[in-house]
Structures are given as structure tokens and as C-alpha cells.
């Protein structure tokens, strides 16, 4: 399963997806986070790695010459991706964890990030993944990439929310998009609520906008802190509230546990 974690600009994506991710490998999933984000170079951290992976932009020596080097030897030009093709400069691991990055701006100047949407939309293209193996898309901020084909071939969309309404018009945007290139799964997580009655009243908003509510992150303190530090805590209110949000996640999609006798699988529903 494919699940790409979308929103506006600062809705809390990242945090998101690293609280999915360690709930996923608790439950003994192998996960894949993928760093789509060309922004941000901060996720490797809130993942509990010290440092990041060589992006995968770098195989294919850099931006300017993705397209020459696209079909060049590489685990690039394979049809398939699996995890275990991807090398060891290219992710970096721990406990069922991994982690790649497809590219960051790093210079001013350097032209602009559509190489790096090729980039995304290949490689989760090729990406191949066994039954108890879960891939989760931090996307960059916003709606461009669905411009460039970044979601292609992904099975479920999870829109991230918070209260201010311009974040709820950019959900409604993504719903719509995902939508519109036939993506069944197509979620809203509420995040960085302050109260109950906020909370009913953005569920109300996004409900009259035709989006399923699959749960609510509270404003956290203790997300907000370990956020000084990059990190992201690994227990607490969110981490009891995140693993509501993958149950729902997991049974839309009709996953069964990887030790659920072994056999889990994959089979997306299909109404
Ligand atoms: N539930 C929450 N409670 C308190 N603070 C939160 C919560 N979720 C996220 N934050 C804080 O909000 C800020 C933005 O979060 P995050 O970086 O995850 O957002 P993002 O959507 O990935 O941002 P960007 O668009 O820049 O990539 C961070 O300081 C983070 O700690
Ligand atoms: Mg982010």
C-alpha cells in the first residue's frame, strides 16, 4: 500500500507521517518513508536517524541531467523497485524503518523542482512492495504535484487539515484532485486542534466538502516541544491518537496485520 500524505504548507504533514510510521513498524510492518518534500530537509530526524540518505536525485547525477541518466544501469532504470534493491547510501534504516529521499533544493539558482517530481512519480511508480510493506509520502507542500504525476500510482491520499479555513480549501483541493485521477482512498486527518468544539466544527466543515474524517490530532505540547529538537515524541496523546488514525487507514483499505497469521493482505478494496 501507497499512501501519500498531502496538505497545506505547515498543516503538519511530516509530523504526521513519522507518528504513522512508528506506529506501522510497531505493528510490525516493514515501512518505507518516502521524502518527496524538496523543502524540508528535516524528516530524517523526526524519524530518529542522525543523519539523512543520499538522495536519490544523486543517481542520476543531479537535476540537470535526470532525463540522459533515467535509463542508464541503475535500480532507476529496473521496471520494479523492491526495498532490498534500494542500496545502503541510498536509505537510511532501524527496526522495520526505511527511509530515502528523492531531492532537495540546495543552491539558489538552481532551477526548479519539476526534475524531482519526475523523479517521485518514477520511482513510487516502480515500487513494488509485498504485503506487509507500507510506503508513506511525505509530498511537498500544496497541490504542484499533482501537476506533475507524483500520485500516479498511489492507492490512498491523506489529507492532513488544521483549523484555519485557507488549510480546509487546500484539503478540499487535494480531495478533489485525487479524486479526479480515479484515487478511491482519499482521507482527512484534523491536526493541531485546540478543543472538542473545534474539532466538531472542522469535521462539520470537511464533511459538507464530501471529505471522510478518519481522526483528529489534538494541539500537542509535547509535539510542539520536541519539534525544538527536530523530533517528534514516541509516546503520548498523539501517539494513542495516530494509532486510531492507522486502524481506520488499515481497514478502509482492507490490510490485515503482517502477524495476523502471516498471510496479510494487500488487497485494496475495490466497491
Ligand atoms: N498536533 C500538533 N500539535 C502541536 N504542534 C504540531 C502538531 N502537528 C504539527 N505540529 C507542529 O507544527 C509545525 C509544522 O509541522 P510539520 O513540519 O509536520 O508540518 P508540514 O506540513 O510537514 O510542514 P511543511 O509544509 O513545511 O513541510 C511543527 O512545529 C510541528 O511541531
Ligand atoms: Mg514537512
Known amino acids: 500500500m501507497k499512501i501519500a500524505v498531502c496538505g497545506k504548507g505547515g498543516s503538519g504533514k511530516s509530523t504526521i507521517v513519522a507518528l504513522l510510521a512508528n506506529e506501522a513498524c510497531g505493528r510490525d510492518y516493514k515501512v518505507l518513508v518516502v521524502d518527496s518534500d524538496e523543502s524540508n530537509s528535516g524528516l530524517f530526524r523526526m524519524l530518529g536517524f542522525d543523519h539523512p540518505p543520499v538522495p536519490l ?3 542520476v547525477g543531479g537535476k540537470k541531467s535526470l532525463k540522459q541518466k533515467m535509463s542508464q544501469p541503475s535500480v532507476l532504470a529496473e521496471s520494479h523497485i523492491l526495498l532490498g534493491d534500494i542500496s545502503p547510501q541510498h536509505r537510511v ?10 531531492g ?3 543552491q539558489s539558482l538552481e532551477g526548479c523542482a519539476c526534475p524531482m517530481g519526475v523523479l517521485s512519480r518514477e520511482f513510487l511508480k516502480k515500487l513494488t512492495l509485498e504485503t506487509d510493506e507500507l510506503a508513506i509520502v511525505d509530498m511537498e507542500a500544496g497541490v504542484e504535484h499533482f501537476g506533475r504525476g ?12 488544521e483549523p484555519p479555513l485557507e488549510s480546509v480549501n487546500v484539503g478540499q483541493k487535494i480531495h478533489e484532485l485525487a479524486k479526479g485521477i480515479g484515487i478511491k482512498n482519499v482521507w482527512a486527518v484534523m491536526n493541531k486542534v485546540p478543543s472538542g468544539e473545534i474539532a466538531t466544527r472542522l469535521k462539520t466543515e470537511l464533511q459538507e466538502r464530501h471529505i471522510e474524517v478518519i481522526g483528529c490530532i489534538y494541539f500537542d505540547a509535547d509535539i510542539f516541544r520536541s519539534s525544538l529538537e527536530g523530533r517528534i ?7 494513542r491518537e495516530i494509532k486510531e488514525v492507522l486502524d481506520c487507514i488499515l481497514s478502509r483499505a482492507c490490510l490485515r496485520p503482517p502477524d495476523d497469521t502471516g498471510l496479510a493482505s494487500s488487497t485494496l478494496h475495490s466497491d
Request: glycine share 6%; no cysteine; proline share 3%.
Open 150 to 161: 507524483v500520485e500516479t500510482s498511489i492507492d490512498s491520499v491523506l489529507i492532513v487539515v
Open 104 to 106: 532537495k533544493i540546495l
Open 57 to 59: 536525485m544523486e543517481l
Open 233 to 239: 515524541p514516541v509516546d503520548g496523546v498523539a501517539v
Open 93 to 102: 534504516t532501524r527496526d522495520g524503518l526505511m527511509l530515502v529521499s528523492i
